[in-house]
């Protein structure tokens, strides 16, 4: 039981971040999720559809998952499970916070500024990387084939999103993002 409830604060903590993050800035005036609309190419808007369908596939697989689950991985997994989930949530919060005005969910048609301090020294996509921590964790912690399916897909189109937003930034930002890759890596580490 103490599995299910920690799993459950974590996933609490991780989306409490995303929506209390989106409701701020949406009485700043700011249109955060731009997820799968606007004038972008088609392969885009496709990609972006694709991701935010699993995602939620993954957070509906994982609650679930919690829940129905019977047959558990061994104890330490399960530890690690829950250390990972801290991390995810960790480097979510850290992103959206960093990020202040300029987080955006989806590639935004405006242009934001490119933020390179806080967590951004150390990953370029922490929110990201947030994300597939989370997915990890409840794998760690509930795992089920189902599950691991979906998170899989989750993570492979979170890091097509990935790759699409980095043509954007390269074409917003020119030199300056060039520069910063140099420097920090997609997901984690300085180079």
């Known amino acids: 039981m103490i599995y299910q409830i920690t799993a459950v604060l974590i996933l609490a903590a ?8 989106i409701i701020i800035q949406k009485q700043q005036s700011i249109k955060t999720n731009q997820m799968g609309i606007g004038n972008k190419p088609g392969k ?3 990609i972006e559809r694709i991701m935010s369908c699993a995602t939620v596939l993954t957070a509906v697989f994982g609650v679930a998952s919690i829940f129905l689950v019977k ?9 690690a499970g829950i250390v990972t989930g801290i991390t995810g949530v960790i480097f979510f919060a850290s992103a959206t916070i960093t ?16 933020i390179t301090d806080g967590i951004y020294k150390w990953s370029r996509n922490p929110a990201f990387v947030g994300f597939d921590l989370l ?7 509930f795992f089920n084939i189902p599950l691991v399916c979906v998170s ?6 979170l890091h097509l999103q990935i790759l699409q937003e980095e043509t954007h ?4 930002f020119g030199d300056e993002y060039v520069l910063y890759k140099k420097h920090t890596l997609r997901y984690f580490g300085k180079k």
Do not use: D, H
């Open 44 to 46: 885009v808007l496709l």
């Open 99 to 114: 990020m202040k005005t300029s987080w955006r969910v989806g590639i935004p048609e405006e242009k934001t500024s490119l």
């Open 71 to 79: 047959q558990f991985p061994a104890k330490e997994v399960r530890i």
């Open 14 to 21: 991780f989306y409490t971040f995303y929506f209390v993050k």
């Open 169 to 172: 930034m390269q074409n917003m």
């Open 152 to 157: 899989v897909w989750a993570a492979v189109m």
């Open 135 to 141: 997915y990890l964790s409840v794998c760690l912690m």
